[in-house]
Structure formats: C-alpha cells, structure tokens
C-alpha cells in the first residue's frame, strides 16, 4: 500500500487490520510456547478468546501490551509473569460498549488498573492512580464535544481516529511539575491513547482537540511504521525538537513533525469556517511555526525510507500552502 499523509478511514482500517492479524498470530504463538507451563483451563479459554477476537476483529491496547509482557517473561524464563499476563487475556471485553475508559479500577477487569498503570513515550514515564467517580460524567460531556468539533470540521479525520483508536484511556497522574504529562502514546501499548483527566474539564475544548488529534496521528504513524521503518536514523542520535526541552531521536521529531501537521491542517479548517475565531488562528499559527522547525531538522539530518520522505515532503508541501494563503 501507498501511505498517505491525509486522513483516511481506508488507511485506517488496513492499518488497523494488519495489527489485528499480527496481534492475534502472536498470541497464537507464545500460547504455544508456554504450553508446558500453562495450566489446561487456562489454555482452553485462551483459545476460545482468539477464535472470538479473530471474528469480531478484536485488537487493544491492553492485548498489545499483555503480548509484550509475555514476550519478556518467556526470555527471562519468568513462569509467574508468564501466569499473570494469559490469565488476564479472557478478561478482556471483545465487544466493548464504549471507547472511551475512565481510569478507574472499578471500570477495568481485576488486576488491569496496576498491570496496565505505567506508560512510557521516547522521553517521559509516569504511572497513573484512580480517576473519581463523580468526575466521570464531566469527562465524558467534554470528550463529547471534543468529537463533535472534529466531525464537524474534518469528518474523514473523525473516522479515521474511531477506527485506528482501540480505546481513550482517561488517566490521572499525581504529578504536578513542570513535566506534567496531558496526553501520551505507547508503542508497547499500541492502540491505545491516554489522555490526562485534567483536560476533561471543558475550560479549554480546543486544547483537549489538540490531543485528540495529535494521538492519534501516532497512533497512525506507529501503525505504519510496524510496515516500513520510515525513519532509519540510529536512536543513539539526538537533535533539538520544538515540542520537548532537550534533544530528541530523530523517529520523536518524526513523529512531532507529523502530528503537527495533522493538527496544522485541522485547524486551518477551523479558521476557514470561522475567520474571526482568535483562538483557532493562534492554534494554527503555532503549530504551523513548529512543524517547519522539525522539518527543517528532518530535511537536514533525517535518514528515511522512500515511504518516509514522501510523507514528510507531502506534508511540509501542503503546510507551505497554508502559509501561501491557498490550501
């Protein structure tokens, strides 16, 4: 397949499908790996769990993370590891109600919440605690309208993001530095997007649109990079970003370039719609003003894949657009 830069379900769902398949063929496999140390119930409902998750076209975040863990225990010959992650495997809801997952232990299968609690990006970790109850309704009003702005404006990036997006994990963090982490994507964790409780609250709703978007956008760029590398620069090399204080990879500012352009895009629709919105033209000229300093990182020191540069220079193209008052 051709990937593109552009928002698409089509994109999306063959992504999407693609880590179905490789999701539930690696399962397959380190359940006949541990076979010998598995016990036979646990098996059986294992079994069971693949031959539904394979009609139903089951994947998750969780499961990603479960196989990773997995994979793990078996090379550090961990059996208690190995017990504790397939006997939290047919826990997993199939046909989950909802996408959205308040972090709360009431609301995640026994034992999830803590297995599940640590997340990790290119530069940051952080661990999550409960979410209150009572703030769950606020939560979900402002998801809500959070979805709705984005259907309105960009209906195809709305399908994309419900398709590539397994679930919106709802977290809340004790941090409270200079640090403090609003939203985050895992690849150990791929399908999932955690976003923080704190803007969920309805005072800023273009912020919390912000995230929504950027997220996914790795969501979709993890995705394609599980096909081709895109970016081939060693992990070791590091290069100023505009979106962290310190040096990133070369892949983090990759990834920065191309979330900003998904969200430079969005909100150049935006203003379009509404040319007086002050709020949305500070958006726009933000992001636009960052991505061309990633790209100017990735034209000089960035080693890609043919994949990979035709996506960047696409992008950086119709950002020149915007600037040139024509796209």
Excluded: W
Aim: include cysteine; glycine fraction near 4%.
């Amino acid at each position: 397949m051709n990937f593109t830069h552009h928002p698409s379900y089509n994109q999306s769902e063959y992504l999407k499908n693609s880590t179905q398949e490789k999701l539930l063929s690696s399962l397959e496999y380190v359940l006949y790996v541990c076979d010998d140390v598995l016990d036979k119930n646990i098996i059986s409902e294992v079994v069971d769990f693949v031959s539904n998750a394979k009609k139903k076209r089951y994947s998750s975040g969780f499961l990603f993370y479960i196989i990773k863990e997995i994979g793990k225990a078996i090379e550090n010959q961990s059996v208690h590891r190995i017990h504790q992650c397939f006997n939290l495997i047919p826990l997993l809801n199939i046909t989950p109600a909802t996408k959205v997952i308040v972090g709360n232990k009431e609301n995640l299968p026994t034992g999830m919440f803590d297995f599940y609690s640590k997340i990790n990006d290119d530069v940051y970790d952080f661990e999550y605690v409960d979410i209150e109850i009572e703030n769950e309704r606020l939560i979900q009003d402002s998801l809500n309208e959070a979805f709705k702005i984005i259907f309105d404006i960009d209906s195809e990036l709305y399908r994309e993001i419900i398709k590539i997006v397994d679930e919106f994990f709802i977290f809340r963090t004790h941090k409270r530095d200079s640090n403090i982490v609003y939203s985050g994507s895992d690849f150990n964790k791929l399908g999932t997007v955690f976003i923080n409780e704190e803007i969920c609250n309805g005072d800023n709703i273009y912020f919390l649109v912000d995230k929504i978007i950027h997220e996914s956008a790795h969501q979709v760029l993890l995705s394609i990079m599980t096909l081709d590398e895109i970016v081939l620069n060693d992990d070791r090399e590091r290069y100023p970003s505009p979106l962290r204080t310190g040096l990133r990879t070369m892949n983090g500012i990759y990834h920065a370039a191309f979330v900003l352009y998904r969200i430079s895009c969005f909100f150049n629709k935006l203003v379009k719609s509404d040319p007086s919105d002050t709020k949305a033209i500070i958006n726009l000229e933000q992001n636009v003003r960052q991505f061309k300093d990633c790209y100017g990182v990735i034209s000089n020191k960035g080693v890609l894949t043919n994949a990979g540069k035709n996506i960047i220079d696409a992008c950086n193209s119709e950002i020149e657009a915007i600037l040139d008052g024509i796209y």
